[in-house]
């Protein structure tokens, strides 16, 4: 009983840090698109590259040329158009490309000393290392390529997980889904932990997502479509009425601002890590509970053993008649 509470209760939990961890990236996306974040990335860092890392360097000019190659130009059109018929930025781009526009500008300049400074200074070790060979030309620059990128990646998913928090943080408020609130419900409310376990079971089992989440009202309604013990009821908005004052709230007010900030810091982890926490414990309890082992069953003849302090081989009163019967059967005398 107390193994499937505390399981049960796990599971309600990872499935509302799942559902608002999923908001909270949709959100987080919608937020990069709307401002351009990765094209214009791009373009910053592909400057950077070619113009070099000088304060002085004239990423404009470096960009101007890149730009007119027709390998960015080709990216720039597949990107399309905004709302407003403007061109725009190329999200991405590959290295391959990155390598043909950059053959395509020695092409046309003719000589690495007229091309932008951050670009020449990787092409001449480049020339000398594959002796003007153009494939290994081409590889190098690939290389160069895919290294800037991994970096700027890394710095785009640090940026994307302070805003997760914050967007985290905001649903939890909104929803009022703070951890600490949420695991006492479900510790003492059997019905609705119950209820809720199984609506996780479904939507593992279903591979139902909520992709469609992309505000907080639909996060706040969601949590409440799945039977989660979250929202702002009577009692809970009376606690919070004068909330001007912090030096006159409660120990429990405190804990339930730290049990929002404990949420959205967890949904930082992402909703395919929690998905899979999800699974993993919902597959737990179909399965029911991991028998004893034979030391620890009560019932076992080991622990019968270890109980009398006997030893194998010597009988005990206890058990008799079992022995005198198992004799009669065998044909030995008793």
């Known amino acids: 009983m107390f193994g499937s509470q505390v399981l049960e209760t796990a599971i309600g939990l ?23 974040k990765r094209a214009k990335d791009l373009e910053a ?33 597949a990107a399309g158009k905004t709302i407003f018929r403007r061109k725009k930025l190329p999200s991405y781009l590959s290295a391959t490309a990155f390598s043909d526009a950059i053959a395509e500008l020695l092409g046309g300049d ?17 020339v000398r290392e594959t002796r003007s060979d153009l494939v290994g030309i081409k590889a190098g620059l690939e290389r160069w390529f895919d290294e800037t990128m991994a970096r700027l990646e890394g710095a785009y998913k640090r940026w994307a997980i302070m805003w997760l928090v914050v967007a985290g943080l905001v649903i939890a408020v909104a929803a009022n889904a703070s951890t600490f609130d949420v695991a006492e419900k479900l510790w003492h409310d059997p019905v609705t932990r119950q209820a809720v376990a199984e609506t996780a079971s479904r939507v593992t089992a279903e591979e139902a997502t909520t992709d469609e989440i992309t505000t907080v009202a639909e996060a706040t309604d969601q949590l409440t479509e799945l ?29 339930t601002i730290f049990g929002w ?13 929690w998905f899979d926490v999800l699974t993993m414990l919902a597959s737990l309890r179909s399965a ?8 620890r069953d009560p019932s076992s003849a080991t622990s019968s053993l270890a109980r009398t302090g006997g030893e194998p081989g010597q009988p005990r009163a206890t058990e008799a008649s079992f022995e005198t019967s198992l004799k009669t059967a065998l044909g030995i005398p008793t």
């Open 14 to 36: 990872v499935l509302m840090f799942f559902v608002i961890a999923l908001a909270a990236s949709s959100i987080v996306e919608i937020y990069s698109r709307l401002l351009g």
């Open 45 to 77: 860092t592909v400057g950077a590259m070619l113009a070099g890392a000088q304060p002085d360097a004239d990423i404009t000019t470096a960009l101007a040329a890149f730009k007119k190659t027709s390998i960015y130009e080709t990216a720039e059109a």
């Open 110 to 126: 003719g000589a690495i000393e007229n091309l932008p400074e951050g670009l020449r200074k990787r092409l001449e070790p480049l």
């Open 227 to 255: 039977g989660i013990p979250v929202g702002w009821d009577a009692a809970a908005k009376e606690e919070w009425t004068d909330w001007t004052t912090p030096w006159a709230w409660s120990w429990s007010q405190y804990g």
């Open 261 to 273: 900030v404990l949420t959205a810091l967890l949904v930082m982890l992402g909703a395919p890590f």
């Open 288 to 295: 029911g509970t991991k028998p004893p082992t034979a030391p």
